[in-house]
């Protein structure tokens, strides 16, 4: 009877292990889910962000180029005309030779 009576302990204490590991598991997976759900996210807050970052960048990039494209005619226009003016003063004999 004594061994009858560990055996049912040992079922009843293996049923309960059983138990406990499935609910432990089913806690581990969820909380695995619940991670991975708020790791997803907030990668994609911070994709936005380096998106809206690297749009700013570009706007940011295209201007300052239309700038220096701008001070480059700026500066080459006068200065092909003042060439041009110097070369028809030559032209015309008033470079005194």
Same mark, same amino acid.
């Given at each position: ?26 806690? =581990? ?9 708020? =790791? ?58």
């Amino acid at each position: 009877m004594e061994v009858m009576g560990q055996s049912v302990n040992q079922l009843v204490t293996r049923d309960h292990f059983s138990a406990e590991l499935r609910l432990t598991r089913e806690y =581990l997976d969820a909380s695995i889910a619940n991670l991975s759900t708020e =790791l997803h996210a907030r990668i994609d807050g911070v994709e936005s962000k380096l998106q809206s970052l690297e749009s700013t960048v570009r706007a940011e990039m295209h201007a300052q180029m239309m700038r220096a494209v701008l001070i480059v005619v700026g500066v080459l226009i006068p200065a092909i005309g003042l060439m041009l003016a110097f070369v028809q003063f030559y032209l015309a004999g008033g470079g005194g030779a």
